[in-house]
């Protein structure tokens, strides 16, 4: 049976934090701990050893694959800071036209700081991936 790798654990995301060697980094990170919180009013919870999840939703797969997930989040990585958002909503491209300067994948979106993107923007696609989630996972 398939065992789920990413999963919630009772880390400490300050601790996390704390650990990232870039200065400017480990300032977007508590920032962008900031603006999830704020705009999901779920707790910060670590995903696996590098991701900073908010709520939690349960996903099924055609397939049978099961699992959870963070609703949202975000991993300060070395290279790029990762943010997570819920994939196949309508609303993702318009959103991300309007973020600023990224890189997208199909559930990350990647950028180098966070400077470089519009905080109004970046909540408003808080708030449209935990509506679209919510709507199709009733999470």
């Excluded at 939690?56 to 949202?72: R, S």
Aim: proline share 3%; charged share 30%.
């Amino acid at each position: 049976m398939y065992e789920q790798k990413t999963k919630v654990t009772d880390n400490s995301v300050i601790e996390f934090i704390e650990q990232i060697a870039s200065l400017k980094k480990r300032e977007d990170a508590y920032k962008l701990l900031d603006i999830f919180s704020e705009t999901t009013g779920f707790p910060a919870k670590m995903w696996g050893p590098s991701i900073i999840g908010f709520g939690t939703y349960h996903y099924k797969y055609a397939t049978g694959h099961e699992g959870d997930a963070p609703l949202v989040g975000f991993s300060p990585r070395k290279a790029k800071i990762s943010l997570y958002f819920a994939a196949g909503d309508a609303q993702r491209e318009e959103l991300l036209q309007r973020l600023g300067k990224h890189k997208a994948g199909k559930a990350c979106v990647y950028v180098n700081k966070l400077d470089d993107i519009d905080a109004v923007v970046l909540k408003e696609f808080i708030e449209q991936s935990v509506k679209f989630l919510r709507e199709t996972h009733g999470a």
